[in-house]
């Protein structure tokens, strides 16, 4: 993709991005609803046409070739449906019967692990299995790329990670992915390359860990109940120490200041309850580059075990 421009009207929805997908990898665009991801996806899947610019699918262009490119990708759109009343076999079964070449179902059944459901009627299944079929339905064709557009919206976490596991079960197939999320631990956890899009643009690029080194703010370690003498110890020796809804929050520099940080709570003679120790993540990449959080992102804190009194415990 090169210098991707698309309007509607006045309204700049992609403004002038470029980037290339590697085969085999799963690549995120990752950002907020309205940023110009789908848009995006529905250029590259010949769905939308492109106001300006360059835009190849296995080196075909998507305004000459886009019937050899729709042969050769699967999508599973933004709110995907099937047939209430076919099972999950028939389902596959008759969206294989579009092309040319397919797949067989029970394979499919199988690679999202579907077995059990295999002659279950599609209203019956429950959201998580519903995106299943829907990955299942996206591979029918065979195809090299498969686009995932937002495949676990409205998901609960459980249902979100067993998408998951199908994702990172199609890499073992050398299939490439396109993904688009506006959830960070997703992108985090699954992509090998990650572009953050706002308002239409760009704001970071890279792996999820180039992104985070070049744009996070350092780790941060967290006390918890921390009484006055800790506090008192800890904002002598780092000044910049927030004291923040009953924990102390201190950014460290490099992993050699965690002992530190504990060596100064041990002579204090104070109490404490835990010490946390967090790493910076897109959604804090996201948070520092814009000055917002994402909107619709769902996060699940970790939290470390509380330990017994008179021990002290990093988490």
């Known amino acids: ?15 002038r991005i470029s980037f290339d997908v590697n085969a085999g990898e799963v690549f995120s665009l990752l950002g907020p609803n309205g940023a110009g991801k789908t848009t995006t996806v529905e250029i590259l899947e010949c769905l939308r046409p492109l106001t300006s610019g360059e835009v190849k699918v296995l080196g075909m262009d998507v305004n000459r070739d886009a019937n050899k490119i729709k042969r050769r ?8 449906n099937a ?28 690679a999202v692990d579907l077995r059990e459901k295999r002659d279950e009627y599609f209203k019956n299944l429950s959201g998580g299995l ?28 459980k249902a979100r990670r ?27 956890v699954l992509s090998d390359r990650v572009g953050i899009i706002d308002h239409g643009k760009f704001i970071a ?31 002598g020796q780092w000044p910049s120490a927030e004291k923040n809804n009953g924990e102390i929050i201190i950014r460290l520099e490099s ?27 897109l959604e804090d990449v996201f948070l ?3 000055g917002k959080k994402l909107v619709g992102v769902e996060t699940e804190p970790v939290r470390g075990k509380k330990k017994k009194k008179g021990r002290r415990g990093v988490d």
């Not at 990172?168 to 999320?181: A, C, E, G, N, Q």
């Not at 985070?212 to 003498?229: E, L, M, P, Q």
């Not at 041990?266 to 835990?274: L, T």
């Open 1 to 15: 993709m090169r210098d991707l421009f698309k309007t509607y009207g006045n309204l700049k929805a992609v403004d």
């Open 255 to 281: 992993k050699n200041s965690l002992p530190e940080v504990i060596y100064t709570l041990d002579r204090s003679g104070g109490n404490y309850e835990q010490i946390q120790v967090t790493r910076p993540t």
């Open 162 to 188: 067993d998408v998951w596991g199908v994702i990172r079960s199609m890499k073992t197939k050398d299939k490439t992915v396109v993904l688009t999320t506006h959830y960070m631990e997703e992108a985090e």
């Open 288 to 290: 520092s580059l814009t």
């Open 83 to 110: 047939f209430d009343l076919l099972t999950v076999k028939e389902n596959i079964e008759f969206f294989g019967g579009m092309y040319d070449k397919s797949i067989d179902a029970d394979e499919l059944i199988d």
């Open 205 to 235: 690029f890279g792996t999820p860990k180039e992104i985070i080194d070049k744009h996070g703010s350092g780790s941060r370690c967290i006390i918890s109940n921390c009484d006055d003498r800790c506090l008192a110890a800890l904002q």
């Open 73 to 80: 990708i699967g999508v599973l759109p933004q709110d995907f």
């Open 130 to 157: 519903k995106q299943r079929v829907g990955v299942a339905i996206s591979m029918v064709n065979d195809p090299e790329i498969v686009f995932l557009d937002e495949p676990t919206t409205g998901l609960d976490p």
